[in-house]
């Protein structure tokens, strides 16, 4: 009965340095997204991933970001070059599908990342 | 593109008092509204979910409700206490792949 799991739950990096944010989605959910929730501010989405496919990485912000989802089950969010700018807290969801509707996404609890 | 706006963004009531916050957005053609608590420096905590099918929930002293034709859901609190302090959020599932568009919240003090 376990929930979406994220590690690590804090991450402080330098500058320049890689991340890889791991997101550990509810065992069956076909549907993962990723969100960004920068202080002070609603959850903002970066992207989409059906099984293993990547459908909409629409919100990532530049080429420094990219995702992963190799098996369909468990992810894999990477910030290359970190910047200062990209200390947020990264959240994971995964949602079941009925047909061609999207149900309720079940969010972790969210990697937060602080760029030194 | 979907834009989901909350007003206030802040409240403060005393203790007992029902509130009411609204959330509004853009594209009527959603799917779902959720509403979700989020307190300081945790996760987020889903309160309701209304589909686009429905017009209200409830659950204890917590009510929404979705009026698509005029892209607005609103969330009534009864009886507040101090424990519901936190920030309130909502958010349409909404475009091809219903991603999430949340709103910027509303923070909710109850005074004692």
């Known amino acids: 009965g376990a929930g979406v799991s994220q590690s690590p739950r804090y991450k402080v990096t330098k500058r320049g340095q890689d991340v890889a944010l791991r997101c550990d989605p509810i065992?069956?959910?076909?549907?993962l997204y990723w969100y960004r929730q920068a202080l002070g501010q609603g959850p903002e989405f970066l992207t989409y991933?059906?099984?293993?496919?990547?459908?909409?990485k629409s919100g990532l912000p530049n080429d420094r970001f990219s995702a992963e989802r190799p098996e369909g089950s468990i992810s894999t969010l990477t910030i290359q070059r970190t910047e200062q700018r990209d200390s947020a807290m990264y959240r994971c969801?995964?949602?079941?599908?009925?047909?061609?509707?999207?149900?309720?996404?079940?969010f972790g609890p969210g990697t937060r990342l602080t760029v030194l | 593109k979907q834009e989901v706006t909350q007003i206030p963004a802040a409240l403060s009531v005393p203790e007992g008092e029902n509130l009411v916050l609204n959330c509004s957005f853009t594209?009527?053609?959603?799917?779902?509204l959720q509403w979700f608590r989020q307190d300081p420096g945790k996760g987020l905590t889903s309160l309701l979910l209304?589909?686009?099918?429905?017009r209200e929930q409830t659950s204890g002293r917590l009510n929404a409700s979705l009026d698509k034709s005029s892209g607005r859901s609103t969330l009534y609190i009864a009886a507040s206490q101090p424990g519901d302090s936190a920030t309130y959020l909502c958010?349409?599932?909404?475009?091809?792949?219903?991603?999430?568009?949340f709103g910027t919240g509303t923070k909710l003090q109850v005074i004692p």
């Open positions: 969801a995964s949602s079941t599908r009925t047909g061609g509707t999207y149900n309720e996404q079940f």
């Open positions: 594209d009527s053609a959603i799917y779902n």
């Open positions: 991933f059906n099984y293993e496919a990547q459908q909409d």
């Open positions: 209304i589909q686009s099918s429905q």
């Open positions: 065992s069956g959910h076909v549907s």
């Open positions: 958010a349409a599932y909404s475009g091809g792949y219903q991603k999430v568009t």
